[in-house]
């Protein structure tokens, strides 16, 4: 069944920077058809690959391919058309069947430790010995997955940035008994596919993106709340400011520079002081039914003229173009 | 010596649409000509206008010209060269004989209340009545300052994010007695100036963007101070994830988007006890002796290879790359 060919396509990180067009199929398995398994499949199938969709919801079919087709534009605009898919693309409800003969397996199933475990007893007891387990989870830590599994060491977090097809970063999160193989292979597949796959060295809630967002929403909301400005207002003060700024250079590159020739270290120097002071005075809100109520109503005076759908195409529009202007030069083919 | 018609250039907000090199010159004194001021020259010199910089310092003559030199290919590169500036560019120690004749004032002075308000009432006893009245403070209400103030209403904070010339925001700060005209007219000089002011409705401590700023970057430091990531691979998650996102739309929006249909209400109803409980699981770290030395011995290590003004040119060029990409397109001129 399997040709060993096929798999080294993702088993050699030093192949993942080729073009993809040359890359044999990989034959994935997306368990899960929900919003975060359609987008998987749309970027798998838009590099060739093969897709097993496996989710037990009736109409799952109906729904990938309408999601598939929501998809569509943005792939062309990202130089990787859905094209000529169809026959790549089957559903098989039940798991076991879903997964034999897959190199991949991409989870993307409710957020509950117990379904999770579940699907992988499953998974690993008919997956191929070769397959790569990724599971998209946000939240649930990989070791505690794995505790189902015989060997646990197959097992990785593979946690996109909502929508995958779309935002470059993927969190490869290793468990305490994740194999540094499985890790490598990981990054390499995650890399075939166009995706910036970062390994984190540590097992923390919420990961490192996650986090990071939510610890500046917490300042948004506290900022909201306090009558500083309004939900809009704050969107256009960071589009025009930090947003702008950490497409380009992330925070701790920010700081470097904006210390002068002494870099980061100057600037803690002499900025050190006044940041510990200001993260003393930031703000603590809850999400309680009055900031609730007050956020919603901005949200919806600010953004509910239009559907979500179409504030969605426009922002991704805006998003590939960005991509395409901050994505290096293609290297000089040599002769 | 004040030509009527030149000072409307600023006083009417429905002219900062217009493109400027129709503007009239406006006479500006920048107080300060440290790194602040000299971006603010540079970007009033390329709109066309005249400056005055007062700084005591001897030699700021020539650091201002080589500052200048070094922001030129940046300004080029915005579409707003600078040429043939130097008989609009003069040097007044004397902070009084500089604002003589001045139709708007940007103040960059150190960043201590008594010195401002000094500097302030100097100002105010010189420069003619229609002047605008702005300072750079990134910290200090305009309120404090404009203690000092016969006329408080004219006083207003104009806080850029560094560096003026190139980062699109002003954040437009009132004190407690700044009239809305100032307000107004302080939006309307930026604007036309290809800025994004955004006016404050209350004074906080850090105003709104350094405020997001430290949030995050309080995150950012108890994740490699726990050893999650290094600074480095925390800046790649950052640009390839969240950074990407704020720089086409704002966390409220993204928020918005993230809800699905049902926009920010549907989110913060079925995301919002997730998100309070990230923030209650978010690092309070310090800048103790052992997260500077870390820190700053990373930075060394990732971007210590390069000289920061290299890094500083290159982050800037890709800056400038990304705005041309999500400016919006001129509307069709008119016959």
Redesign the interface.
Known sequence: MQDPDQRQEFTQPQHAAQAAPAAPAVRTAVIGGGVIGISWTALFLAHGHRVTVSDPRPGIDREVHEGLLRIAPAMAALGRPLEAYEHRLTFEPDVARAVTGADAVQENGPERLDLKRQLWATIEAHAPAHALFATSTS?IPATDIAGALEQPERLVVGHP??PPHL???V?VVPGARTSPETVERAVAFYRSLGK?P?????E???F?????????????VA??A????????????????????????????T???????????HF??HF?????K??D??G?P??DEQT?AL??E???R???AR???A??DE?DA??I??????RPAPPTPSA
Chains 1, 2 share one sequence.
């Open positions: 939240g940035f909502n935002v470059p970063l969190e910036q970062q390994v984190l060295r540590k923390v809630p919420g490192v993106a996650n986090r990071l967002q939510s610890a500046l929403f917490q300042e948004c900022l909201v306090d009558g500083v400005v309004t939900a809009a207002e704050l969107d256009a003060i960071v589009t025009s400011s930090i947003g702008l700024r950490w497409a380009v250079a992330g925070p701790f590159r700081f470097h520079l904006g210390g002068g020739p002494g870099g980061l270290p803690l120097d050190g002081a006044g940041l510990e200001r993260w005075q930031l603590r809850r999400l609730v956020l919603s901005q949200a919806e600010d953004f509910g559907p979500v759908a504030l969605e922002r805006a998003q173009r960005l991509m395409h202007t901050l």
